[in-house]
């Protein structure tokens, strides 16, 4: 696994879409930028400039076209599927503008889930996911089933679902978008609060 005391960087990145033909799409364009480790860095512009695909492209959920990504000093552009597969279960965390939560399940059981795909018991994984919810200030809603939780509290049960496997990478994509002003001030003083205790960047 690689060290990834270094930042976060992409060198002359591209990713196109239906290359050489008609319908040929440029989504991301020779960009490259570093980020610092335990830092909060953000990507701004219009609706569909390409900042989804650029945290799909750290993330390690696309390759790209051309160029380089790197996490810490490992180059993980042309790495094997295995490898990525495994880079995003043990280092990278995601919370997306969807929740992707599973309704019939309860708040402790969703955030369990990325965990009971290792070698972990289903118990520990549930008492694990107890902790997190309660580092979110979600212990009074721990049994509660996700259609009973509100906005705000579904994107706590994201956040704690996303800080599961210890990331040192926390990737979020529009995480504010479904919620208001006062929530989403609330969601970034708590995505700073896990920054600067759990070490994440």
């Known amino acids: 696994m690689c060290d990834l005391t270094s930042a976060i960087r992409t060198e002359n990145v591209w990713k196109t879409y239906h290359p050489r033909s008609p319908r040929q799409v440029d989504a991301v364009r020779d960009i490259s930028i570093e980020i610092e480790e335990g830092t909060i860095a953000a990507l701004g512009g219009p609706s569909g400039s390409g900042k989804s695909t650029a945290l799909s492209l750290i993330g390690l959920l696309t390759r790209p076209s051309q160029g380089k990504v790197y996490l810490g000093t490992e180059d993980v552009s042309r790495v094997s599927e295995v490898f990525r597969t495994k880079m995003r279960r043990d280092t990278i965390g995601f919370i997306f503008q969807t929740q992707y939560l599973i309704p019939q399940l309860t708040a402790t059981e969703n955030v369990a889930l990325p965990l009971l795909c290792t070698d972990i018991s289903r118990s520990k994984a549930e008492e694990i996911a107890k902790e997190r919810l309660i580092s ?31 990331p040192k990478i926390l990737i979020a994509d529009e995480p504010s978008s479904s919620i208001d002003e006062a929530l989403t001030k609330e969601l970034l003083n708590t995505l700073r609060t896990m920054v600067d205790d759990e070490g994440l960047t």
């Open 136 to 166: 979110v200030d979600m212990e009074h809603r721990l049994d509660f089933r996700v259609v009973e939780l509100s906005g705000g509290e579904l994107q706590r049960v994201s956040i704690a679902r996303a800080l599961m496997n210890k």
